[in-house]
């Protein structure tokens, strides 16, 4: 049954419902082109569209977002910020944040760097690059440990004469501009769509920023129907689940979190929406 918090948000208007992806809408995988969706939150995510404002909050690329969860008609931002689209891209152009431009020849320095260095040393670590940055995943590797330090040894310094960012989420180290986190995000659509009510769920590090800017914006009474989620995982971060209102087990319980939403506004209004033959598996 669903908590009156829960309650609370999807009877606020305007309301919006965010997300994370990864650990969150989909279980972790050896790499980010093997995600999935967890089977039926495409369609739970398309069933909650006409009732509330629908965003995915990443640290993949927009491209990247949109190819795994290929939901039209929601917002992705991806990047933690940095890139967004109102919808598939291709459909919807993909907007970069103005500022972010100063640092992509810097960034690519460093992913070039961190390249030819790591294919000598720890071929198993792959690097993902973005639009701006990129994320070097280590999560293949024999030695994790030994890995992530390796990594961190290499681009500290380097990252920090560039004014560039190094950020630690699951497995994997991000280079990223400055100043831009998935709080700022959040923040950033909630002012845009005036939203009132909002949802946010996530399972990370950086999904703290998100949580941390939603109980601010509640506790100031900017966005008072207001609740945030941890996905509990074996390694998610202590702090977070400290910190959020509410916390559900895993990916799985994430999706029957959905699906008693989207069954609690259908029933509140009378109606259901397209899509409502699909069932989660």
Known sequence: MLSA?????LQTHPCGLTFDIDGTLSPIAPSPEAARLFPGVAGLLERLRPYARVAVITG?????AAALVGVDGITYIGNHGLEWAEGLPEHHPIQ??????????????????????LARSSPCVQIEHKSIGGTIH??????????????????????QQAGLQLSEGKMAVE????????????????EQHRLRGVLFAGDDTTDLDGVETLLSLRQEGICPAAVTI????????????????????????MASLL??????????????????QEKRA
């Open 5 to 9: 918090a829960v309650r609370n948000v």
């Open 60 to 64: 993949r690329a927009v491209v990247s």
């Open 96 to 117: 970069l944040l103005p500022a972010a431009e100063a640092y992509r020849l810097s960034a690519q320095r460093l992913l070039t760097l961190a390249e030819q260095h």
């Open 138 to 159: 280590y999560r293949r590797c024999p030695d994790p440990v030994q890995s992530r330090q390796e990594i961190l040894e290499l681009l500290r310094e380097p990252a």
């Open 175 to 190: 280079l990223r501009v400055p100043g831009l986190n998935k709080g700022q995000a959040l923040q950033r659509f909630i």
């Open 230 to 253: 941890a996905v509990r995982h074996p390694d998610t971060p202590s702090r977070l689940l400290e910190r959020a209102d509410l916390i559900v087990e895993g990916v799985a319980g």
């Open 259 to 276: 699906e008693e939403m989207v069954l609690f506004l259908e029933q509140e209004t009378g109606t259901s929406s397209p899509g409502w």
